[in-house]
């Protein structure tokens, strides 16, 4: 697949100077970079450098958070998810995530993705039964799964979950997909099939990855940011950040030496 | 302080045998043309055995290289130094190849003597192991003026060339009975010019493992 400049791309998510405070503790220091649309791009560094608290920024899931303090910009296609008029549930929409342990509903797998458009006020079961099958279909589990949409979530694989997760989350239609160490709990097998499965969404999302394995973002993303101590040290095309990194930082992290 | 201690070590061993190989083609490259300048079919042999070896470390090298991909992932300059040392141990292994060809043309030389003294090939052939070196010790110490230092001397190399080439063609012109041996010593000179364009590739390598850019260094 042939490298797209970032002025052949569309800038999905702007940060521009974001800072975070947990109390006295400042997380995020002056962090502004772009995530293009369609593209994925993975956030990579070690523990505790700011980049699941950057990631969690992006759908304000540290809103929550006691004492925390949010300061700069975080814009998605131009507008400010931070401006006072945002209205959250539409922006966790949006902006949706998956997590590290997959977190499905004690539900069954139909009503799992279908929990989503009902909860955005879905009732047309025919319309409800398209998407399930999409979205189920979109991730690669409805083949899987078609004669048995009626049994519990749970009974289903780890890495089936997962994706299930992700089904979850195209059913509502997002724009922004976040995935925190998506597949730090899977087996290799499930962690390829997530990998390639970020690689057919890409095609209509952007994808933002947190990981921890560096083969991971070299295997599946299109840009690397590499992070430390709640700087960004230094982001472009994960082919140069693995190959020829400009910083002596990302050089000595990604070379295992930091 | 590095994490990946065991790699370290073994991606220095690596880059110790790529020189130990670069040093046997040097050697192979001076042994060959003393075979040539004192008549010495013995020599020549030797250089032929000699090729065994580098032969052999070429194989053993490009094996643990496609280990360490394999097995520890490298990144960044680590990535960049396993790539250019499999790139590198071709050239040498070419370099080998050509002294190899100097040694058997040396033979067919021994039985009569030169029709003139050798000075011009001899001056090439120290031209060409000392660009060896330094694309070799380019390559150890990282320091590129070594390998730009490299590229000036393979102009003298190929001026050189062309210069022999001339002056043999002229001998043969004027002495069909000089062809046999003027034909030799210009195979002998064209390994030679051969020989520096694959030192140039190496010093093309380290500057790639060291800055990250492929350029052609050829003039």
């Not at chain 2, 020599?43 to 094996?63: G, W, Y």
């Not at chain 2, 360490?68 to 490298?74: E, H, N």
Request: proline residues 3%; hydrophobic residues 40%; aromatic residues 6%.
């Amino acid at each position: 697949m042939a490298i797209r400049q970032p002025n052949e791309l569309h800038p999905k998510v702007e940060v521009k100077d974001l800072d975070l405070y947990y109390g006295q503790h400042q997380a995020l220091k002056k962090v502004s970079l772009t995530f293009y649309a369609n593209q994925v791009t993975a956030i990579i560094g070690p523990s505790g450098c700011g980049k699941s608290t950057l990631l969690r920024c992006l759908n304000r899931m540290n809103d929550t958070i006691p004492g925390i303090r949010v300061e700069g910009r975080v814009a998605l296609d131009g507008t400010d998810i931070y401006g006072r008029r945002q209205d959250l549930t539409r922006l966790r929409k949006s902006v949706g995530m998956v997590f590290q342990r997959p977190n499905v509903f004690p539900l069954s797998i139909l009503d799992n993705v279908a929990y989503g458009p009902k909860v955005h006020g879905l009732k047309d079961r025919a319309r409800l039964s398209e998407i399930v099958e999409r979205s189920l279909a979109a991730v690669g589990l409805w083949g899987e799964v078609r004669e048995r949409l009626n049994v519990s979530a749970l009974e289903l694989s780890l890495g089936n979950r997962q994706l299930l997760c992700l089904a979850r989350l195209v059913a509502v239609e997002p724009e922004v997909i976040l995935l925190d160490e998506p597949a730090s709990a899977l087996d290799p097998i499930s962690t390829l099939r997530i990998e390639e499965l970020m690689r057919e969404l890409q095609k209509e999302y952007t994808i933002i990855i947190v990981t921890h394995n560096m083969q991971q973002a070299a295997r599946a993303s299109d840009r690397t940011a590499f992070m430390l101590s709640g700087e960004l040290v230094e982001y472009g095309e994960t082919r140069q950040i693995f190959t020829n990194p400009r910083d002596t930082r990302t050089e000595r992290y990604v070379t295992g030496k930091l | 302080m590095s994490v990946r201690e065991s790699f370290d070590r073994e991606l220095q061993v690596l880059q110790k045998d790529l020189l130990k190989m670069g040093m046997v083609a040097e050697d192979m490259v001076h042994k060959a043309l003393q075979a040539l300048a004192n008549r010495d079919a013995a020599l020549a042999d030797t250089v032929l055995a000699m090729d065994d070896d580098v032969d052999r470390l070429n194989l053993d090298i490009e094996s643990r290289c496609l280990q360490l991909i394999a097995l520890q992932q490298p990144m960044a300059k680590d990535l960049r130094t396993i790539a250019a040392v499999m790139k590198i141990i071709t050239d040498v292994e070419r370099v080998g190849d050509y002294a190899v060809d100097i040694a058997k043309e040396s033979v067919k030389l021994a039985d009569r003597p030169l029709f003139k003294p050798l000075v011009d090939i001899p001056r090439m052939a120290e031209l060409v192991k000392k660009m060896l070196r330094e694309s070799l010790e380019g390559f150890v110490t990282r320091d590129l003026n070594l390998i730009h230092q490299m590229i000036r001397h393979d102009d003298d190399v190929d001026h050189l060339y062309k210069y022999l080439f001339d002056e043999l063609m002229q001998f043969m012109e004027k002495d069909p009975k000089l062809v046999y041996q003027a034909l030799h010593l210009l195979m002998i000179t064209r390994s030679l010019e051969r020989i520096a364009d694959h030192i140039t590739n190496i010093g093309e390598r380290v500057i790639y493992m060291e800055t990250g850019e492929m350029k052609e260094l050829h003039a």
